[in-house]
């Protein structure tokens, strides 16, 4: 730094707005409606701060006139002060409208609710409700009674628990059951799903040695029986979620490992991951363990996750027999588990569209993995029209088939065909037309491919197409 620039940097650094003269701009004025003021104040530090630091760091001439740097040091920390509070609001959770395809996008939120489960949860369970108490007899009642007896009676399972996610319900149930003792895994089975849930990594939390029989790609029956002894409390069937082995694999069925387990006095519990209550097998997903068959083939307990394929709100599903799920009921920590009021109504929203046979229209999940590519071109089509009519000259936009994707680590090798809108501009990079679409109120996220924005429907919302159509206009 030269000496001129830093006596600038010097005389700049002394004439920077103070904390009161920012607070009375207008910048500090407009955001004072949605603030108090202790609060601003903090922020209009942090925006001083920030110009402090850019002048130190060397800032562009200011010029002579004090009363002109003054009024640009001014200028420059209002417009700070925005960005801090623009950033602040934009973290918020919103609404955004997944235009990428991929149906249980976990950075977006996992499954978006049905009407059902968003109105049991705002109108009957927001408030005041009957959470643990018996209407009928003014008793204290089950707490998610009702949910867990729907779960039951739609997986055919004698008992069913609610904790906060699947990871909670497989640690949860190997506490309960295997602690101290022995499991026995399949090494093909030791899998990672998402972010830090390993399952050695949990069975080690769970106080359960780990008993591994087999190899990667095939593990026999065999392999099982003669790892079990008398330490063997349980044998661990976990879903290996978010991937496939092909080509030379072997494992026993459920209905033979429970046969296994049941001979040797032990408990046989299936970790199913995505966990399908409504049949997806003619949707290309014949892998996803069907939960019901599960309970039929004689599994003692299963846990899958509430807002993978079962499309509802976060949870961890545990059902099985009655005698099992109660041991894992009196564990100290399903307390620590245990899912709150919305949590139960959402499940209990989501589970009436499975009895009244409606699933495939009322979830979300369900309905857009079904969405076949005949009704996506047609929908598709006419919104392309609707586009082209009101877009302006520089973007161009055209109909181009294309893959969709299940995500939310399941069904991986599954990707539903559909028919997608392609999206260019004449001067703007994909970038730049992806990021518009990212900052635009609600906010959409789509994909980009070979140079264009990609928009598929699939995953779109029909009352959602108004707010997408503005946005794309707005990147003309
Ligand atoms: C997704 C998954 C989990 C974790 O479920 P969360 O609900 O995300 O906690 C556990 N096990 C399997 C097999 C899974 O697929």
């Given at each position: 730094?030269?000496?001129?620039?830093?006596?600038?940097?010097?005389r700049?650094?002394?004439?920077?707005?103070?904390?009161?003269?920012?607070?009375?701009?207008?910048?500090?004025?407009?955001?004072?409606?949605s603030?108090?003021?202790?609060?601003?104040?903090?922020?209009?530090?942090?925006?001083?701060?920030?110009?402090?630091?850019?002048?130190?760091?060397?800032?562009?001439?200011?010029?002579?006139?004090?009363?002109?740097?003054?009024?640009?040091?001014?200028?420059?920390?209002?417009?700070?002060?925005l960005?801090?509070?623009?950033?602040?609001?934009?973290?918020?959770?919103?609404?955004?409208?997944?235009?990428?395809?991929?149906?249980?996008?976990?950075?977006?939120?996992?499954?978006?609710?049905?009407?059902g489960?968003?109105?049991?949860?705002?109108?009957?369970a927001?408030?005041?409700?009957?959470?643990?108490y018996?209407?009928?007899?003014?008793?204290?009642?089950?707490?998610?009674?009702?949910?867990?007896?729907?779960?039951?009676?739609?997986?055919?399972?004698?008992?069913?628990?609610?904790?906060?996610?699947?990871?909670?319900?497989?640690?949860?149930?190997?506490?309960?059951?295997?602690?101290?003792?022995?499991?026995?895994?399949?090494?093909?089975?030791?899998?990672?799903?998402?972010?830090?849930?390993?399952?050695?990594?949990?069975?080690?939390?769970?106080?359960?040695?780990?008993?591994?029989?087999?190899?990667?790609?095939?593990?026999?029956?065999?392999?099982?029986?003669?790892?079990?002894?008398?330490?063997?409390?349980?044998?661990?069937?976990?879903?290996p979620?978010?991937?496939?082995?092909?080509?030379?694999?072997?494992?026993?069925?459920?209905?033979?490992?429970?046969?296994?387990?049941?001979?040797?006095?032990?408990?046989?519990?299936?970790?199913?991951?995505?966990?399908?209550?409504?049949?997806?097998?003619?949707?290309?997903?014949?892998?996803?363990?069907?939960?019901?068959?599960?309970?039929?083939?004689?599994?003692?307990?299963?846990?899958?996750?509430?807002?993978?394929?079962?499309?509802?709100?976060?949870?961890?599903?545990?059902?099985?027999?009655?005698?099992?799920?109660?041991?894992?009921?009196?564990?100290?920590?399903?307390?620590?588990?245990?899912?709150?009021?919305?949590?139960?109504?959402?499940?209990?929203?989501?589970?009436?569209?499975?009895?009244?046979?409606?699933?495939?229209?009322?979830?979300?999940?369900?309905?857009m993995?079904?969405?076949?590519?005949?009704d996506?071109?047609?929908?598709?089509?006419?919104?392309?029209?609707?586009?082209?009519?009101?877009?302006?000259?520089?973007?161009?936009?055209?109909?181009?088939e294309?893959?969709?994707?299940?995500?939310?680590?399941?069904?991986?090798?599954?990707?539903?065909?559909?028919?997608?809108?392609?999206?260019?501009?004449?001067?703007?990079?994909?970038?730049?037309?992806?990021?518009?679409?990212?900052?635009?109120?609600?906010?959409?996220?789509?994909?980009i491919?070979?140079?264009?924005?990609?928009?598929?429907?699939?995953?779109?919302?029909?009352?959602?197409?108004?707010?997408?159509?503005?946005?794309?206009?707005?990147?003309?």
């Amino acid at each position: 730094m030269s000496s001129a620039t830093s006596f600038g940097a010097g005389r700049a650094l002394s004439l920077l707005p103070s904390v009161d003269a920012v607070l009375q701009s207008a910048t500090a004025e407009h955001i004072g409606t949605s603030v108090r003021r202790e609060r601003l104040v903090q922020m209009a530090r942090t925006a001083i701060s920030e110009v402090r630091e850019s002048i130190k760091s060397g800032v562009a001439d200011l010029g002579e006139d004090e009363a002109v740097i003054r009024k640009s040091l001014l200028k420059e920390t209002e417009a700070q002060l925005l960005m801090i509070w623009q950033k602040s609001l934009e973290q918020s959770l919103q609404r955004v409208i997944n235009a990428t395809g991929v149906v249980i996008h976990t950075n977006l939120g996992r499954a978006p609710l049905s009407e059902g489960a968003r109105r049991a949860m705002f109108e009957e369970a927001s408030r005041y409700c009957n959470l643990e108490y018996d209407l009928t007899t003014g008793k204290r009642g089950t707490r998610g009674a009702r949910a867990e007896k729907m779960i039951a009676e739609l997986t055919g399972a004698e008992d069913a628990i609610v904790v906060n996610n699947c990871a909670a319900a497989t640690l949860l149930v190997l506490m309960s059951l295997s602690s101290g003792g022995e499991a026995i895994i399949s090494r093909g089975e030791l899998v990672e799903i998402g972010g830090d849930f390993r399952i050695p990594d949990v069975m080690a939390q769970s106080g359960t040695l780990m008993r591994e029989v087999g190899t990667t790609n095939r593990t026999k029956l065999s392999d099982y029986e003669s790892a079990v002894s008398e330490n063997t409390k349980l044998i661990l069937k976990i879903h290996p979620s978010n991937f496939r082995v092909v080509g030379f694999t072997e494992s026993p069925s459920v209905a033979e490992l429970a046969e296994l387990a049941h001979r040797n006095e032990i408990v046989f519990f299936e970790d199913a991951g995505s966990g399908a209550l409504a049949d997806v097998s003619d949707h290309g997903m014949k892998d996803e363990p069907a939960i019901k068959q599960s309970i039929a083939d004689g599994a003692d307990v299963v846990s899958f996750s509430g807002d993978k394929l079962l499309g509802g709100v976060q949870a961890g599903i545990i059902i099985g027999r009655r005698n099992v799920l109660e041991r894992i009921r009196r564990h100290p920590l399903y307390r620590a588990f245990r899912v709150e009021k919305l949590v139960y109504a959402g499940i209990q929203g989501t589970l009436e569209s499975f009895e009244r046979g409606t699933e495939f229209q009322d979830i979300p999940v369900l309905r857009m993995i079904a969405a076949s590519k005949k009704d996506l071109g047609a929908r598709t089509n006419s919104f392309l029209q609707k586009l082209l009519a009101t877009v302006g000259k520089s973007i161009s936009a055209e109909a181009a088939e294309h893959s969709s994707a299940i995500g939310g680590g399941s069904a991986p090798g599954v990707h539903p065909e559909t028919v997608v809108i392609k999206i260019k501009h004449n001067e703007k990079s994909a970038n730049l037309l992806e990021e518009t679409l990212r900052t635009h109120k609600p906010a959409v996220v789509a994909r980009i491919v070979d140079d264009a924005v990609v928009v598929d429907l699939r995953t779109v919302f029909e009352d959602e197409e108004n707010d997408l159509l503005d946005a794309i206009v707005s990147c003309a």
